[in-house]
């Protein structure tokens, strides 16, 4: 079967990549579908997430080493920072950056070995906002449920005008305006994309609009409302409004399921924070700093993962929910492992690596110093050799100086005194 992509997003970088992580769902709907008779978006979201976190376990144990070797070799780092603490000159400050990377190669850690994880995480985020927001242009086997009501609709007079005021009168939300006097394939994506994101009231109107296709209309939601809710959230809806919708129904219990999951969210992304190793700051250097920032900024993450959860997809929220479970299920047991860890087996199998790094840098520093003495004695003989130059251009301007002297100056009687000599030598 031709895998045919709806309104996709197409940027550049997060493009290619929202629609990998849409085939993999893909894949994953299709297996709880076809082995386990599951056909639900949200639960396909609960699996794909617990699958990204397990791709993502090397990262995370690196960035947990990272953080509890960083906690353990603190004295160290104390006692390089309090030896150069009052040494503020370039030898000083060069030989306690070389003291401390030479800690970390001892560990076998980066001072950079927390940002992987981040660097990678941040674009599969920005991606799945994308293919939460409009599943069926991803996830071809959610396409299919449309397939007959959009012929349907394809099929009747006049449907581009009609369907152009359902599109405004049910206030849809769309990242590009659909256009439905296209060619038949855009048509038929921009049809789905406008169906995918109607609420309980835009149904209403859609059977109002096409009468006709009345028993195919029904059908198709009853399909979708299995398929694309999550108990009676809308996954491709924001918690924003579905609680304007259910405050304009009296629907109070959508309002409480709306205002809970965001909630829910940001639980979980506290008790994962405390659950994370941290390093103690003890000083002004530039390590100590960063360290401050982090936990800065794992105090009010959660509180903007809360704010965000209102306005993005109730998909998403679901996938950061669960992302926090499985990092506290993470952390517990990575907690539980490096209490065990040996620092003498680290520092044993890390010697080699370690002094190989230092030779390195050895041969790299011993080469800058080479250089910048070559440069020094170059500029010191140019400024030598500039020096005896003017000192000659500075002669030669007084001879024609005192040459043009007016009769009677001193100077003219110095060049009289000057040329007696030289006439009696």
Same mark, same amino acid.
């Given at each position: +079967?031709?895998?045919?992509?709806?309104?996709?997003?197409?940027?550049?970088?997060?493009?290619?990549?929202?629609?990998? =992580?849409?085939?993999?769902?893909?894949?994953?709907?299709?297996?709880?579908?076809?082995?386990?008779?599951?056909?639900?978006?949200?639960?396909?979201?609960?699996?794909?997430?617990?699958?990204?976190?397990?791709?993502?376990?090397?990262?995370?144990?690196?960035?947990?080493?990272?953080?509890?070797?960083?906690?353990?070799?603190?004295?160290?780092?104390?006692?390089?920072?309090?030896?150069?603490?009052?040494?503020?000159?370039?030898?000083? +400050?060069?030989?306690?950056?070389?003291?401390?990377?030479?800690?970390?190669?001892?560990?076998?850690?980066?001072?950079?070995?927390?940002?992987?994880?981040?660097?990678?995480?941040?674009?599969?985020?920005?991606?799945?906002?994308?293919?939460?927001?409009?599943?069926?242009?991803?996830?071809?086997?959610?396409?299919?449920?449309?397939?007959?009501?959009?012929?349907?609709? +394809?099929?009747?007079?006049?449907?581009?005008?009609?369907?152009?005021?359902?599109?405004?009168?049910?206030?849809?939300? =769309?990242?590009?305006?659909?256009?439905?006097?296209?060619?038949?394939?855009?048509?038929?994506?921009?049809?789905?994309?406008? =169906?995918?994101?109607?609420?309980?009231?835009?149904?209403?109107?859609?059977?109002?609009?096409?009468?006709?296709?009345?028993?195919?209309?029904?059908?198709?939601?009853?399909?979708?409302?299995?398929?694309?809710?999550?108990?009676?959230?809308?996954?491709?809806?924001?918690?924003?409004?579905?609680?304007?919708?259910?405050?304009?129904?009296?629907?109070?219990?959508?309002?409480?399921?709306?205002?809970?999951?965001?909630?829910?969210?940001?639980?979980?992304?506290?008790?994962?924070?405390?659950? +994370?190793?941290?390093?103690?700051?003890?000083?002004?250097?530039?390590?100590?700093?960063?360290?401050?920032?982090?936990?800065?900024?794992?105090?009010?993450?959660?509180?903007?993962?809360?704010?965000?959860?209102?306005?993005?997809?109730?998909? =998403?929220?679901?996938?950061?929910?669960?992302?926090?479970?499985?990092?506290?299920?993470?952390?517990?047991?990575?907690?539980?492992?490096?209490?065990?860890?040996?620092?003498?087996?680290?520092?044993?199998?890390?010697?080699?690596?370690?002094?190989?790094?230092?030779?390195?840098?050895?041969?790299?520093?011993?080469?800058?110093?080479?250089?910048?003495?070559?440069?020094?004695?170059?500029?010191?003989?140019?400024?030598?050799?500039?020096?005896?130059?003017?000192?000659?251009?500075?002669?030669?301007?007084?001879?024609?100086?005192?040459?043009?002297?007016?009769?009677?100056?001193?100077?003219?009687?110095?060049?009289?005194?000057?040329?007696?000599?030289?006439?009696?030598?």
């Amino acid at each position: +079967m031709t895998e045919v992509y709806l309104t996709a997003y197409d940027g550049a970088f997060l493009g290619p990549i929202a629609k990998c =992580l849409g085939w993999v769902m893909d894949k994953i709907y299709l297996f709880l579908s076809n082995v386990l008779g599951i056909n639900n978006i949200a639960i396909t979201i609960i699996v794909f997430t617990v699958f990204i976190y397990l791709c993502l376990f090397p990262l995370t144990y690196q960035q947990q080493k990272f953080s509890v070797l960083t906690r353990k070799m603190q004295p160290e780092l104390n006692a390089i920072r309090k030896k150069y603490a009052n040494k503020k000159d370039q030898a000083s +400050m060069a030989a306690q950056q070389e003291e401390t990377q030479m800690v970390y190669d001892k560990y076998g850690v980066s001072m950079m070995g927390s940002c992987g994880q981040m660097l990678i995480q941040l674009p599969i985020l920005l991606s799945l906002y994308r293919v939460f927001y409009n599943v069926p242009a991803y996830l071809t086997s959610v396409k299919g449920i449309f397939t007959n009501l959009v012929d349907g609709i +394809m099929a009747t007079d006049g449907f581009a005008t009609k369907m152009q005021t359902l599109y405004e009168a049910a206030n849809v939300t =769309l990242a590009k305006k659909p256009d439905f006097t296209a060619s038949s394939d855009a048509v038929a994506n921009n049809i789905v994309d406008v =169906l995918y994101r109607l609420g309980e009231n835009g149904w209403d109107k859609l059977a109002d609009t096409f009468p006709q296709l009345s028993d195919s209309i029904n059908s198709t939601h009853s399909a979708l409302s299995d398929v694309n809710y999550f108990f009676i959230l809308n996954i491709s809806d924001t918690p924003l409004n579905l609680i304007k919708s259910a405050w304009a129904d009296k629907y109070f219990l959508l309002i409480i399921a709306a205002i809970l999951v965001p909630v829910v969210s940001y639980l979980g992304q506290v008790i994962n924070m405390k659950l +994370m190793p941290t390093t103690q700051s003890s000083g002004n250097d530039q390590s100590d700093q960063m360290a401050q920032q982090m936990q800065t900024m794992n105090k009010f993450m959660p509180l903007m993962t809360l704010f965000f959860a209102f306005t993005v997809p109730v998909g =998403l929220v679901i996938y950061w929910t669960m992302g926090s479970v499985v990092r506290i299920v993470q952390q517990y047991f990575l907690n539980k492992h490096f209490e065990k860890i040996n620092l003498e087996d680290i520092v044993e199998k890390n010697k080699e690596k370690a002094a190989k790094k230092k030779e390195k840098r050895g041969i790299r520093q011993a080469q800058i110093y080479a250089a910048a003495k070559t440069n020094t004695r170059n500029n010191s003989m140019s400024s030598k050799a500039n020096f005896s130059q003017d000192k000659l251009d500075a002669l030669n301007r007084a001879d024609e100086a005192r040459a043009k002297a007016k009769q009677g100056s001193l100077s003219s009687k110095a060049n009289m005194v000057k040329n007696f000599n030289e006439n009696n030598k």
